[in-house]
């Protein structure tokens, strides 16, 4: 990787101010329901406190929309990231300002603060000047841990670098780009990517993108309907993008003159309504009843994905394959994460971007067996799609 590192730097008695994303999910207690992304930024901010620094970890929570709403506090989470370092964080009452400043100064080699909600702010958002000068203050180096927010140009992520000598990304931002570059730039061939999700408007850029690269393109989710109206289909009362047909019809042509090879599925499970205990059947994609939705890719699919991931080295996956938060609707999802298990432990490099996939592949107990499961749903996709991320080129070149 060509930007600077944590590994890179001196970290004794300095104040490292670290950029994480503990953009988390509370309960109606206010209590941390997920700690998945606190629990991936700790490597980073253990190598802090061993090589003696003192980390000042900032983060956005929710969308506060620049105002501070106490349901929207990081206390909770300065809670349980002192339960998972086992020593005490600190935590400040505001992100900037006197009070902060002084209690940066305070900190001693080894300690641990965390900063109240950046979004509290609107200037985080807006990247304003001194909003990210008023961060940096009272710091010596800053680390960027946060991918999930790298494909944003804030404040926090961006504008805050041009208060540093040095700026380097942390571990868990070099592990999300690590395992998402070597699989775009230099993927082990065969190289299988699985789209699914609602929606093709969301991923036109990285259907693009991954059309030079990828050997196979399986896709799923509510997406394969527009490319079946395409196709002149009938799907029933299925989900369709009706502005994204003729685009649909563009990128199935496309494909004909591609290396890689479009895979659409066979047969779907379609329900008589989209909600639970629905009455469902599966049917081959050309018999779509008219009075009915689909709503998850059908067993010959799952088997004809399968066939096809069994050779492959390395598989990307961004999207599921059908609504899997309703049970019933669940399968191929779960099918296709549980078989990606199987082939990771086979030698296959599987990488899952953020998002729904990476929490079907948690709600299924799969997290552990995958190469990499990405914490960032939207900087992923960009990054899929080709783009270069505003929090990464900020950092400091090696």
Same mark, same amino acid.
Request: charged share 25%; hydrophobic share 40%; aromatic share 6%.
């Given at each position: 990787?060509?930007?600077?590192?944590?590994?890179?730097?001196?970290?004794?008695?300095?104040?490292?101010?670290?950029?994480?994303?503990?953009?988390?999910?509370?309960?109606?207690?206010?209590? #941390?329901?997920?700690? *998945?992304?606190?629990?991936? =930024?700790?490597?980073?901010?253990? %190598?802090?406190? @061993?090589?003696? $620094?003192? !980390?000042?970890?900032?983060?956005?929570?929710?969308?506060?929309?620049?105002?501070?709403?106490?349901?929207?506090?990081?206390?909770?989470?300065?809670?349980?990231?002192?339960?998972?370092?086992?020593?005490?964080?600190?935590?400040?009452?505001?992100?900037?300002?006197?009070?902060?400043?002084?209690?940066?100064?305070?900190?001693?080699?080894?300690?641990?603060?965390?900063?109240?909600?950046?979004?509290?702010?609107?200037?985080?958002?807006?990247?304003?000047?001194?909003?990210?000068?008023?961060?940096?203050?009272?710091?010596?180096?800053?680390?960027?841990?946060?991918?999930?927010?790298?494909?944003?140009?804030?404040?926090?992520?961006?504008? #805050?670098?041009?208060? *540093?000598?040095?700026?380097? =990304?942390?571990?868990?931002?070099? %592990?999300?780009? @690590?395992?998402? $570059?070597? !699989?775009?730039?230099?993927?082990?061939?065969?190289?299988?990517?699985?789209?699914?999700?609602?929606?093709?408007?969301?991923?036109?850029?990285?259907?693009?993108?991954?059309?030079?690269?990828?050997?196979?393109?399986?896709?799923?989710?509510?997406?394969?309907?527009?490319?079946?109206?395409?196709?002149?289909?009938?799907?029933?009362?299925?989900?369709?993008?009706?502005?994204?047909?003729?685009?649909?019809?563009?990128?199935?042509?496309?494909?004909?003159?591609?290396?890689?090879?479009?895979?659409?599925?066979?047969?779907?499970?379609?329900?008589?309504?989209?909600?639970?205990?629905?009455?469902?059947?599966?049917?081959?994609?050309?018999?779509?009843?008219?009075?009915?939705?689909?709503?998850?890719?059908?067993?010959?699919?799952?088997?004809?994905? @399968?066939?096809?991931?069994?050779?492959?080295?390395?598989?990307?996956?961004?999207?599921?394959?059908?609504?899997?938060?309703?049970?019933?609707?669940?399968?191929?999802?779960?099918?296709?994460?549980?078989?990606?298990?199987?082939?990771?432990?086979?030698?296959?490099?599987?990488?899952?971007?953020?998002?729904?996939?990476?929490?079907?592949?948690?709600?299924?107990?799969?997290?552990?067996?995958?190469?990499?499961?990405?914490?960032?749903?939207?900087?992923?996709?960009?990054?899929?799609?080709?783009?270069?991320?505003?929090?990464?080129?900020?950092?400091?070149?090696?």
């Amino acid at each position: 990787m060509a930007k600077l590192s944590i590994s890179d730097l001196h970290l004794k008695g300095k104040n490292v101010l670290v950029r994480v994303d503990f953009n988390v999910p509370l309960d109606e207690k206010l209590q #941390v329901s997920d700690d *998945f992304r606190i629990r991936e =930024a700790l490597p980073t901010i253990q %190598k802090i406190i @061993k090589d003696g $620094g003192r !980390a000042i970890l900032c983060s956005h929570l929710g969308r506060p929309k620049g105002k501070r709403v106490d349901s929207m506090s990081l206390k909770p989470v300065a809670d349980r990231l002192s339960r998972l370092l086992g020593k005490p964080v600190k935590f400040a009452p505001d992100c900037i300002g006197q009070e902060v400043l002084a209690m940066k100064q305070k900190l001693q080699d080894g300690e641990v603060m965390l900063l109240e909600n950046l979004r509290f702010y609107a200037e985080e958002e807006k990247n304003d000047t001194n909003f990210a000068k008023a961060l940096a203050e009272g710091c010596h180096v800053y680390v960027n841990d946060a991918f999930g927010s790298a494909h944003r140009a804030h404040a926090s992520t961006e504008g #805050v670098t041009k208060y *540093f000598k040095q700026s380097a =990304a942390g571990f868990l931002m070099e %592990k999300e780009l @690590k395992y998402l $570059g070597e !699989a775009l730039e230099k993927p082990k061939r065969p190289f299988v990517t699985i789209l699914g999700g609602a929606k093709i408007s969301g991923k036109i850029d990285v259907i693009a993108n991954l059309m030079n690269k990828a050997d196979y393109l399986l896709i799923g989710g509510g997406m394969i309907f527009t490319f079946f109206k395409a196709q002149g289909k009938q799907i029933g009362k299925s989900l369709l993008e009706e502005d994204r047909i003729t685009m649909a019809s563009e990128l199935l042509n496309s494909f004909k003159s591609s290396k890689c090879k479009l895979v659409l599925p066979v047969d779907v499970m379609v329900a008589d309504k989209v909600e639970a205990g629905a009455k469902t059947k599966v049917v081959s994609v050309d018999n779509i009843p008219t009075d009915m939705a689909g709503v998850d890719i059908g067993p010959q699919t799952i088997a004809k994905f @399968k066939e096809i991931l069994k050779d492959a080295k390395t598989i990307v996956w961004n999207g599921p394959m059908g609504v899997f938060e309703i049970p019933d609707f669940a399968k191929g999802t779960e099918e296709i994460a549980r078989y990606l298990a199987e082939v990771t432990g086979k030698g296959a490099i599987t990488v899952v971007g953020g998002g729904d996939s990476a929490a079907a592949v948690k709600k299924f107990g799969l997290d552990n067996k995958l190469s990499h499961v990405s914490t960032g749903g939207g900087a992923s996709l960009e990054f899929l799609e080709g783009k270069v991320l505003p929090g990464v080129a900020a950092l400091t070149e090696k």
